[in-house]
């Protein structure tokens, strides 16, 4: 096992997802040929003016939602459950996960805007044992049928001490497009990106009953860092 996070001293660093490179190339090269054509041969500087200055803010709103920071979870990670995204939390509930756990949970949800950091980061140490993408409309995310409605996809992954925890991605309103690196059989680890929601809108976690919860509703999270609920030892049958 690699040295632990809390034993790190280096500072945060931020660099552009690498989802988001061709993204953001074609849509640097298209912004300025629109602009340039309008300054070069466009009969209005107002109009020009005022065209470059949302292109540059849509830009700086491109970059800014591609954004992919090195973070760092500097508690103790054992039984930890860290928050998969930035947002905010906005169902907290027990529930019924019927995909993987067929049974009673408890559902942690996390709201991104499209100002949050849209890569996501794996909850909990441990191994991946289940991936899958399911089709689905495109509702809106906060909705709490976009849950089991939604394009979404699910990963399940096994603590060391055997526990299940299920992290679910889903699309919104606005995203089409859910990207998922964990694999069956891989190790997760809190600081690694999970995937990413291009445009994408929310991520639910789905807990054992019992689970220590250290977040309260509309309390913002940041993905990697915010831990949102200790898991208790299982109980011995």
């Known amino acids: 096992m690699r040295e632990r996070a809390t034993q790190r001293t280096e500072p945060m660093r931020v660099k552009l997802h690498h989802e988001g490179v061709n993204i953001l190339i074609v849509m640097l090269i298209a912004l300025l040929a629109i602009n340039a054509c309008l300054w070069l041969w466009g009969k209005h500087p107002v109009a020009a003016t005022v065209c470059s200055a949302v292109s540059g803010a849509l830009y700086i709103t491109a970059v800014n939602f591609f954004r992919s920071p090195r973070r760092v979870f500097r508690g103790n990670p054992d039984r930890a459950v860290v928050s998969s995204a930035d947002g905010k939390v906005v169902a907290l509930e027990p529930t019924f996960e019927d995909e993987v756990l067929h049974g009673p949970a408890i559902q942690i949800s996390v709201f991104m805007t499209i100002f ?122």
């Open 116 to 237: 949050n950091v849209h890569a996501n980061w794996f909850p909990v140490d441990g191994e991946v044992i289940y991936t899958k993408h399911h089709k689905g409309r495109f509702q809106a995310a906060w909705l709490p049928k976009s849950s089991t409605d939604n394009e979404r996809s699910t990963t399940a992954i096994r603590t060391p001490d055997g526990q299940v925890v299920v992290v679910r991605q889903i699309a919104g309103a606005v995203a089409r497009r859910i990207v998922t690196y964990a694999q069956p059989g891989i190790e997760a680890s809190i600081e690694d990106h999970m995937g990413f929601i291009k445009f994408g809108s929310r991520v639910d976690i789905f807990l054992p009953p019992g689970s220590d919860i250290l977040v309260k509703l509309g309390e913002h999270t940041t993905g990697g860092v915010t831990q949102v609920a200790r898991l208790n030892p299982p109980t011995v049958q």
